[in-house]
Structure formats: structure tokens, C-alpha cells
């Protein structure tokens, strides 16, 4: 497959984002956390990369979003900020950065934009964290929401199941929504909720709502990177599709070599100064 991305190609903009709802045009998201894979994504087409905080999951092997700390989360930032020629890079502000406190929330967020050259930052929930969002717009700083299952309260919740099946929390979930939108947010994630909600939301909002097990009616997708190149194996949610077998291949490789360097045919003459 060839390289979709060369130098002068435009890059990618909170306000495009906004026109390709406009247009109908669905919007591509993927995590990644490191400049290798950001390269290779970005040179494939992808409109925004998502420097998620699923990094304390896939990159670090915690069973929760909840260690890893700003300092991490620069890291990651600018790492894939150094690779990205066009995607827009949202960066996750990470748990304890940013909740019941706007004056750190604008603190960690300057550092954030500074320190790792992001386009976008994204937060975990509506009302509650109202005034830290207030803070981090009112410094020019574009904010990405985050409603539905918010794996950074995952210890409230105390499951990964479907969030907003119930009408009260699905009713609190649109208040949040257009809140966020009022706010100034220049577009939402809906993470895991009936696919009617996130249409429901899709329609009433004006700003782009992505989707991660939301169902097709909103108005872009996005994905973990590890979950959709089938680097994690035994997770398997309903509203994920594998586009490759990475593990398997990865393993078969590594095993290969493994076999050349035992049998001494690697390096070869060729091979060899
Ligand atoms: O951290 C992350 O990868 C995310 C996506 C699941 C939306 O927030």
C-alpha cells in the first residue's frame, strides 16, 4: 500500500474536523504513543492520532488508565508530535491532571501544549469538570471531551460494561454533550453506549462526535492501535474489528530469527563487515 501522505499535503485542523461533519465526510482516529507507529499512520491518511492514555494499558501493562502521570504523557505526546506531518495530535490529559481543581487543570495543560507540541487536548467528562474545561479554553487551548464509558472512573463505575443504557444517565450523557459543545469543545468522544444514543448525539450537536463503540451513526471512528493491529490478544469487545494479526506475525518473526541465531546462519557473509 502506498504513502497517502507527502509534505505539502494540508494538515489536519480542529476546524476541518468541524467542516468534514459538514460535508458528511466520517472522521479516521487511532491511538498511538510512540514517533514509529505515528509515522506510519500518519503516512497512511489518518485524520487525527490520539495520544490516549491507554498508554498506562498498552505501552505499560497497568490494568487501568489511572498511573500514568503527566510527565508520561508528555513523553508519549512528543514522540508522536515529532512524527506527524498531518493528522491533528490529541493528547490525553491524564487522571489527576485536570479534575476538581481548573487552576492545575490549566497548569498541566500549558505543560502539555508546550512540552509536547499537540494540537488538541482531551478530558474525561461533562458538568463535573465544567470549570477546568472553562480554564483550559479560556488559554486558547482546543479541548476534545470524552462521555460514556470514562475509563478514568472506572473505580465509580467498577465495570467496563455498556454505560447509558438507563434513561436518566443516557439524559445526563446529552446534557453533557451540548454543555461541552457550549463550552467551546471543538468535538466529543462517545466511548461504549447504545448505538441510538450516540446517533441521538451525532444529530443534535454541531461539533464532530467520534465514536468507540457507539455504532455507525455518529460522526467518526476511533480505535486503540495495539487492539485493531492484534498486538493485545484476549480482548475482544464487541465493537472492535481486527485489521491484522501483528501478534502472531511479531512472535513468527522474533521466533525466526531466534532460529538463524541458534543454527549460526545469521549473519551470513553478506551480512558481515
Ligand atoms: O485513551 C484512549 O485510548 C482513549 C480512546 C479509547 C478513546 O481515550
Redesign the pocket.
Known amino acids: 500500500m502506498s504513502v497517502a501522505v507527502t509534505d505539502n499535503t494540508k494538515k489536519v485542523t480542529t476546524l476541518r474536523l468541524i467542516e468534514m461533519k459538514q460535508r458528511g465526510e466520517k472522521i479516521s482516529m487511532l491511538?498511538a504513543y510512540d514517533y514509529s507507529m505515528a509515522k506510519l499512520i500518519d503516512e497512511a491518511g489518518m485524520d487525527v492520532i490520539?495520544v490516549?492514555?491507554?498508554?498506562s494499558n498498552v505501552m505499560a501493562g497497568n490494568a487501568t488508565?489511572l498511573p500514568i502521570t503527566l510527565d508520561q504523557m508528555i513523553y508519549h505526546g512528543r514522540s508522536v508530535v515529532n512524527a506527524v506531518k498531518r493528522a491533528l495530535v490529541v493528547v490525553?490529559m491524564p487522571f489527576g491532571t485536570y479534575q476538581g481543581n481548573p487552576i492545575l487543570a490549566l497548569e498541566s495543560a500549558v505543560r502539555m501544549m508546550k512540552e509536547t507540541g499537540a494540537d488538541c487536548l482531551?478530558l474525561?467528562g461533562g458538568a463535573e469538570i465544567r470549570e477546568s474545561v472553562e480554564k483550559i479554553l479560556s488559554a486558547g487551548i482546543p479541548v476534545m471531551g470524552?462521555l460514556g464509558l470514562t475509563?478514568q472512573s472506572i473505580n465509580k463505575f467498577g465495570t467496563f460494561g455498556v454505560r447509558a443504557k438507563e434513561e436518566a444517565e443516557a439524559e445526563k450523557l446529552v446534557r453533557d454533550a451540548h454543555l461541552l459543545e457550549e463550552l467551546g469543545c471543538c468535538s466529543v468522544?462517545l466511548?461504549k453506549i447504545p448505538a441510538v444514543l450516540g446517533e441521538r448525539v451525532a444529530k443534535e450537536l454541531a461539533i464532530p462526535v467520534i465514536g468507540?463503540g457507539a455504532g455507525g451513526h455518529v460522526d467518526g471512528q476511533?480505535?486503540?492501535m495495539q487492539d485493531m493491529l492484534g498486538i493485545t490478544e484476549g480482548f475482544s469487545p464487541k465493537f472492535l474489528r481486527r485489521y491484522a494479526n501483528l501478534g502472531e506475525e511479531i512472535r513468527c518473526a522474533v521466533q525466526s530469527y531466534i532460529k538463524d541465531v541458534k543454527a549460526q546462519d545469521f549473519p551470513n557473509e553478506k551480512e558481515s563487515y
Open positions: 491511538t490520539l490516549g492514555d491507554s498508554a488508565t490525553d482531551k474525561e470524552h475509563p468522544v466511548e468507540i476511533v480505535l486503540v
